[in-house]
């Protein structure tokens, strides 16, 4: 069974750190572009944002503006696992992180819209508060 299960969201102040993991399961996530998408509250989730992602291969990442110099996307094949590193968050940082795994691209751009291309799989998300 294919799963996406990200984990790591919780309750933070403004300023602090966290680190998100997304592990796959049932396929083999190396040759699948990843990306982090952000859907504020009360936002539907056709609104959600993109905030970073990572190609397979090379490894080239993009971000949009929001986030760039504050987050890094990484990913672990040997381990199955991409990872969001979120420094000096912000209230506006607020809501629910999926992953998702396309077999062709993603690519995140400053405005927080993004491309996506192939067959793609997506986490439920974990929840993530900054309070100020």
């Known amino acids: 069974q294919v799963q996406l299960v990200e984990s790591g969201g919780g309750l933070v102040q403004a300023g602090e750190s966290l680190k998100l993991s997304c592990e796959a399961s049932?396929?083999?996530?190396?040759?699948?572009?990843i990306g982090w998408f952000h859907q504020a509250p009360g936002k539907d989730r056709l609104e959600r944002l993109g905030?970073?992602?990572?190609?397979?291969?090379?490894?080239?990442?993009y971000y949009s503006e929001s986030v760039k110099g504050r987050f890094t996307v990484s990913r672990d094949n040997d381990k199955n696992t991409a990872y969001l590193e979120m420094e000096t968050l912000k209230p506006e940082d607020t809501g629910l992180y999926y992953c998702a795994a396309a077999a062709g691209k993603i690519e995140v751009y400053d405005s927080g819209t993004y491309f996506m291309s192939g067959m793609a799989y997506w986490g439920k998300g974990t929840l993530v508060t900054v309070s100020s």
């Open positions: 905030v970073a992602s990572i190609s397979s291969g090379v490894g080239h990442t």
């Open positions: 049932g396929f083999t996530m190396d040759t699948y572009a």
